[in-house]
């Protein structure tokens, strides 16, 4: 059968009726499935617990979005179990039976985008237009990793036969069962990505979500089972981070971790991993992607309203809870002033509320936790720059911060070195634009970034000593494209495991060389 080739899925255009309608729809159908209990799912079978988490609408935190069984380590070990067992005849699939599994999964995801995305709004809080790009960044996910790995199962003449003397080989194979540990952030794409990556190539997981999304979760975990996916190749394990987490990490059957979360965490995934247990005969494989503190640097000549849209559209948009969030606009000193005026012009104007009306384009944060955070951020903004605009907040309905700005800050301060993760924007003065491309590079993270210039000479310079895993010039930082630009950063950012990217399948397999004599 022939592949077509990888063509990313098309955003909504809320700009139609229709559109609009179908996405109210899709709300309402699921606020009136609200409520529910959910169990784990191990080998196929569900699996209630007495523990329970109880998940809610960070809009409205009053609204129970479902109760979700949490496995205990009996439970950890029964799916460690199940995947062990499955790799044995999974492992051994026809890569393109693995691979249509993929694309199956992504047309059902198709059908009903507007039902993931409308749960998205309500239980990460995502606004209508942030929601519908993260399920079709999803099901980029599943298109694309289905196209590559029928790529790589396709290698059969990348190494030379010696004609008379022997035929050799080089192909890969699965690793074994790894741990998938997913981010609130990105509920769906990042989730369904990091799963479908590991599973397409043959190995089996032990899927442990992030704590505020696993209805999202369990929701995906059943529409693979729906696409065929035999029981025990996924297995749905939420927990809390301190024992399922350290469970599936240090167990010494554990093959591999990928991991998207904050940079402590990935920090202590590292080196538990490292660590060799009793019994275990490899060394575990970390896949890591561990959040940033990215800089739009703004040169001087360029059009300042152009600047300042870019910087807030990526400053701001989901709250400021994206890895690639711009945290940190560094500006030349001839268009300072020009540009922090249509900041804060531009900041004031967006509509901040509960996102599942259509007119909010930024809704609440996360959860009680990330509310104090970044509250305390903000008072460290006051005492070492200037309130620009925002500053307020509210938790009475949900947990809502304003867009907020600080400016003049000195580069070396809390504010520009610290990952806040939230609507907080910090804007610091340079004289130069050499001088600004040392400041973009004087913290511990490297994932994405942006220039602004019109000088085709920094721009060369910048894409050369800009250290980051993804830049931008005279663009946004944030919304990277599956395909087109593969995710993931240098340093404290993570292991430069590009998302998305011609190489990140290999990273769940390893090669084996055959040679035969003739």
Partial sequence: MAIYPYVTEPLTDFGLEHNRKLYTEALNKVEASLGKDYPLIINGKLIFTDKMYTSVNPAKK????????????????????SALEAFKTWKKVNPKIRSDVLFKAANILRRRKFEFSALMTIEAGKPWAEADADTAEAIDFLEYYGRQMLSLSRIDDVVLSRPNLERNEYFYIPLGVGAIITPWNFPLAILTGMTSAAIVCGNTVLLKPAMTTQVIAYKFVELLQEAGLPNGVVNFMPGRGSEIGDYVVKHPKTRFVSFTGSKEVGQAIYENAAKVQPGQIWLKRVIAEMGGKDAILVDDGIDPFMAADAIVKSAFGFSGQKCSACSRAIIHENVYDDVIKYIKELTEK????????????????????????????????????????????????????????????????????????????????????????????????????????????????????????????????????????????FNMSGTDSKAGGPDYLVLHMQGKSVSEAL
């Avoid at 009053?62 to 799916?79: K, T």
């Avoid at 907080?424 to 040392?438: C, H, N």
């Avoid at 210039?453 to 830049?471: C, I, M, P, T, Y």
């Fill in 62 to 81: 009053d609204q129970i979005v479902g109760r979700i069984s949490q496995a205990g380590l009996d439970e950890a070990n029964l799916a460690m179990n």
């Fill in 350 to 489: 967006i509509s901040m509320g509960d996102p599942r009306s259509f007119i909010n384009n930024m809704g609440p944060v996360n959860d009680h936790l990330a509310y104090r955070s970044i509250l305390g951020y903000i008072e460290i903004g006051k005492q070492e720059g200037k309130l620009l605009v925002g500053g307020n907040a509210h938790d009475e309905t949900g947990w809502f911060i304003e867009p907020t700005v600080f400016t003049d800050l000195d580069p070396s301060s809390r504010m520009m070195q610290e990952e806040i993760f939230g609507p907080v924007l910090s804007v610091t003065k340079v004289t130069s634009f050499e001088e600004g491309l040392d400041v973009v590079n004087n913290t511990q993270f490297g994932l994405t970034g942006a220039i602004i210039s019109n000088d085709r000479f920094h721009l060369e310079k910048a894409r050369e000593d800009f250290h980051v895993g993804n830049l931008y010039l005279n663009r946004k930082c944030t919304g990277a494209i599956v395909g087109y630009q593969p995710f993931g950063g």
